[in-house]
């Protein structure tokens, strides 16, 4: 016979030790693969075991509702944007040598400010720059970077910011960047803006940063005040434009809850913000979501998902907020993302600090992320390309530390990681997991073009008349397409990577499948009729997939060994008792 109480001190004995093991391997194996930061974005293996608790405690949240199977419109864009801010360079050729950069380091939207208080300067409907002499037109300026823009074939973001003085009764002592006392002004100068760039720009993000301090000046921040202004620029840019895409100005990321504290702690949390816009009515007066992307203190593979904690991540929570308001249709672009180089010289941290080597390796993963990862969300704009002289850097601010060159053009590693990574995409840009546009980049074809399409999922079909053919490489397990209800039947040939063509049946309002067997497979469609394609969509390969299981088992050692310690603690006490 076994004796109970040895029993009892074996299996005791047995219960705190293994555990103990399976994490240290569990660990251990994360470590040298390199799972745990893929996991927590964290380098430094005390940080990393930080993160992998912080993740086991995220498995108690609610889980986020991202709609991946819902195609979202102009998500199926090239991703690779840069700030620049070329209004401030006096030498044009300065400013050519910046897009020209831009445009060999694989970048293909500039983002950049049309600031209000540089174009009507003097009074309403005053377009001369009477600030120096000669006169001239204020918009000589901007046109040279719009033909800039078109040269080296590349698309503008306009963001339009920065009231003149005169259209606040407080002139600027309400703050500079304070938004008109009358809406209609600033709807007027939209209308204007974009009647003259008809043709030649098509997005528009109206304002930056409403929801902290100073970009809505010393006024307290009022989600429900920039929807107005909001929706008064939208109406008039649609009304010079019917093409304008219109993208919300780009919400910061922050956790403070003082709307009506004094400047500069006025702020709102983004996704508060954001939910009281959607209440005021905003939906429909913007076809974008804009926010702000940095890292901040860790890499962009960060998976905790904590709204009171600011990573890359934060994009998710604000895909399920839009999901949840009915907007799963609308993509997410990042205006400004990047992580800050700042030498320890400089006291100011509050941007986290990177090594330059680390900047450029988080800027890649981190359009590697958006790509695989995301397909709701088309532009991340980088910032920022450079600053027009050094003066950031001699007032010692961490914000000159995002640059890509120095103001002289000299190159940042980070400059030169995207140099390498960006063209070899843009030569051969993948679908991959998730739902996509029928417009999607990826999408190599003469033939294929797109139509509206009233009854479709996002109002345009992807047709490929009779004869017609299109390539596409996907990362994933297989492609599918979506058919309209109402499209003809017929036959299409699809062939895989080095397969030979296959005969494939189309029927309305079903979906074809292909199979993809590879990481990355070429897959290429012959229309034997004509073809419609309401989106695309590919499934597996899901990069995620693999960690999950790591995590789970983690978790479930620490919640072993917990119960284990605390079953001891509670024998010695009853032993003392």
Not at 71 to 76: I, L, Q, R, T
Not at 218 to 237: F, K
Not at 464 to 491: F, H, K, M, N
Request: charged residues 20%.
């Amino acid at each position: 016979m076994f004796n109970p109480r040895f029993l009892r001190k074996l299996a005791v004995a047995l219960f705190i030790p293994i555990p103990i093991l399976t994490l240290l391997l569990l660990v251990g194996i994360g470590w040298r693969t390199g799972y745990l930061y893929e996991l927590t974005g964290e380098e430094q293996l005390f940080a990393q075991i930080k993160g992998l608790s912080d993740l086991s405690a995220d498995l108690l949240r609610p889980r986020l509702h991202l709609a991946n199977d819902e195609p979202a419109a102009h998500s199926g864009v090239n991703p690779f944007g840069v700030n620049v801010f070329l209004e401030q360079e006096p030498d044009p050729a300065a400013r050519e040598r910046t897009v020209q950069m831009a445009a060999a380091a694989g970048f293909k939207w500039l983002r950049q400010e049309f600031v209000w208080e540089d174009i009507e300067i003097h009074g309403k409907g005053d377009f001369q720059d009477r600030r120096h002499e000669p006169y001239r037109s204020a918009w000589d300026k901007y046109d040279n970077i719009v033909d800039l823009a078109d040269k080296y074939d590349m698309q503008v973001i306009a963001r339009v910011s920065n009231p003149p003085a005169w259209t606040r009764s407080q002139g600027n002592e309400a703050g500079s960047y304070a938004p008109p006392d009358n809406v209609q002004d600033f709807a007027d100068f939209v209308f204007t803006l974009v009647q003259r760039y008809r043709g030649r720009i098509r997005y528009y993000q109206l304002w930056n940063e409403p929801n902290i301090y100073p970009e809505w000046g010393n006024y307290a921040i009022s989600p429900e005040d920039y929807t107005q202004l909001l929706c008064a620029g939208a109406r008039a840019a649609r009304a010079a434009d019917p093409d304008v895409v219109i993208i919300n100005g780009a919400l910061a990321s922050t956790i403070v809850l003082q709307p009506a504290a004094p400047p500069p702690g006025n702020a709102l949390n983004d996704l508060i913000f954001m939910q009281r816009m959607y209440d005021a009515g905003a939906r429909d007066c913007f076809d974008i979501v804009a926010m702000q992307g940095y890292g901040l203190w860790s890499g962009p593979t960060d998976r905790r998902m904590n709204p009171r904690v600011l990573n890359f991540a934060r994009p998710l929570f604000m895909r399920d907020l839009m999901v949840a308001n009915g907007d799963a249709h609308k993509a997410i672009w990042i205006s400004e993302m990047n992580w800050n180089a700042v030498p320890d010289a400089v006291p100011d941290k509050r941007f986290g600090q990177v090594s330059e080597a680390q900047q450029a390796r988080y800027l890649v993963r981190a359009y590697e992320r958006i790509q695989q990862e995301w397909p709701w969300l088309g532009v991340a704009n980088t910032w920022y390309f450079k600053r027009p002289d050094d003066t950031w850097r001699q007032e010692a601010k961490p914000e000159y530390y995002f640059r890509l060159t120095e103001p002289d053009f000299t190159p940042l590693p980070v400059y030169e990681a995207m140099k390498e990574y960006a063209p070899a995409v843009n030569d051969r840009p993948l679908m991959g997991v998730g739902a996509h546009p029928p417009d999607h980049w990826a999408i190599r074809s003469q033939d294929y073009v797109l139509r509206d399409h009233a009854t479709a999922t996002l109002g345009t079909i992807g047709l490929l008349p009779a004869g017609g053919s299109l390539q596409v490489a996907v990362q994933g397990a297989s492609l599918r397409l979506w058919i309209p209800e109402d499209a003809p039947p017929g036959t299409i040939e699809v062939a895989v990577d080095d397969a030979g063509p296959q005969s494939r049946q189309v029927e309305p309002g079903r979906v074809i499948r292909i199979k993809t067997p590879g990481d990355v497979s070429l897959v290429r469609i012959t229309a034997v009729d004509e073809l419609w394609v309401d989106h695309w969509q590919v499934k597996g390969q899901d990069r995620t997939g693999l960690f999950w299981p790591l995590l789970c088992l983690a978790s479930a050692v620490f919640l072993a060994l917990s119960v284990g310690l605390l079953y001891v603690f509670s024998r010695r006490r009853q032993s003392t008792v």
